[in-house]
T-cell receptor, first 113, second 109 residues
């Protein structure tokens, strides 16, 4: 049973470009959570999605960031017009139910130059 | 507000015992979690305490005092592979983790 998969593992973007981060949850999991880990900081909750629905986006910056989890395919975290401050590790987690029993993916490390 | 404090770095010797402390302030407490995170990898679950006291799991133990807002992770018989960051986390609501900044543990030979 494959774990949570994220790709790409490393992503380099120039300022102003778009970044698309993908997350495939564990098989059978329909709940996905995105976290951001800035250098020297803890993981911070960004958004929680269930298939085709955003349940909680209270941790997501209001501008330039969006997330989706379509009926088919992976969850996508999209960052438009990236800035240097977006450089971070972005982790996705999934669960069978909306609980703390979340399984984390290996993360995508975004570097904005 | 919600806040978690833990030391930034600790160093210990192979075979020794180390205790990593965590203090927290949170609303809607649903338990205290410890995760291990090796550099460049995903956090992996270590322990979960919701009641006061000590939970032992092999070389790792975790303690919780809800009245003091305090927890610690105890690692015994340290091995080189235990060099990692240890993340203390609590909860808000039913699914939202609040993580500390993590403690980087270096195990020396």
């Amino acid at each position: 049973n494959a774990g949570v998969m994220q790709n790409p593992r490393h992503l380099v973007r120039r300022r102003g470009q778009e970044a698309r981060l993908r997350c495939s949850p564990m098989k059978g999991h329909s709940h996905v959570y995105w976290y951001r880990q800035l250098p020297e900081e803890g993981l911070k909750f960004m958004v929680y999605l269930q298939k085709e629905n955003i349940i909680d986006e209270s941790g997501m910056p209001k501008e330039r960031f969006s997330a989706e989890f379509p009926k088919e395919g992976p969850s996508i975290l999209r960052i438009q017009q990236v800035v240097r401050g977006d450089s971070a590790a972005y982790f996705c987690a999934s669960s069978f139910e909306p609980t703390y029993e979340q399984y984390f993916g290996p993360g995508t490390r975004l570097t904005v130059t | 507000g919600q806040n978690i404090d833990q030391p930034t770095e600790m160093t210990a010797t192979e075979g020794a015992i180390v205790q990593i402390n965590c203090t927290y302030q949170t609303s809607g407490f649903n338990g205290l979690f410890w995760y291990q995170q090796h550099a460049g990898e995903a956090p992996t679950f270590l322990s979960y305490n919701v009641l006061d006291g000590l939970e032992e799991k092999g070389r790792f133990s975790s303690f919780l005092s809800r009245s003091k807002g305090y927890s610690y992770l105890l690692l015994k018989e340290l091995q080189m592979k235990d060099s990692a960051s240890y993340l203390c986390a609590t909860t808000s609501g039913t699914y939202k983790y609040i993580f500390g900044t993590g403690t980087r543990l270096k195990v020396l030979a």
